[in-house]
């Protein structure tokens, strides 16, 4: 049964997400490609953690590896965190469930520690607003 409470939904919602839509790193990466994908995975939904700091909690100080990950994963680190946290971001504003949770509280959610910012990074990722994007079901 699905929480009643949406914060609690919407908290569900984001577990679900990470536990069963990152990407795997595939057998045939890099080992240090593996090690990036994997702590940007774990690390994806934190607001504080840069992709320099990711990188070098898992003792990647190769500039290139930046490289290594976009020519394996198909897009840079950063764009691939913006991907993962951009994606459910774009569900949940949908939920029916959420409808009453203010942008604000999704913005936490998936990474973002002000909503401003996510507004303005969720803006350049869609082509429209939270609110557009909520409106436009």
Same mark, same amino acid.
């Given at each position: ?94 939920? *029916? ?15 973002? *520690? ?24």
């Amino acid at each position: 049964m699905p929480p009643r409470n949406p914060f609690d939904l919407l908290e569900a919602l984001v577990e679900a997400y990470r536990r069963n839509e990152l990407h795997c790193a595939k057998a045939d990466y890099p080992l240090d490609v593996r090690a990036l994908l994997k702590a940007l995975n774990t690390h994806c939904f934190e607001p504080r953690q840069t992709i320099g700091e990711i990188e070098r909690r898992c003792g990647l100080n190769d500039h290139n590896v930046s490289r290594r990950f976009a020519e394996h994963v198909g897009m840079s680190p950063r764009a691939y965190r913006r991907r993962r946290r951009m994606e459910p971001a774009k569900r949940l504003l949908r939920h *029916e469930g959420l409808q009453t949770i203010p942008v604000a509280q999704i913005a936490p959610a998936v990474g973002y *520690e002000r909503p401003d910012s996510f507004a303005r990074a969720f803006k350049r990722y869609t082509g429209r607003s939270p609110k557009q994007h909520r409106e436009a079901t």
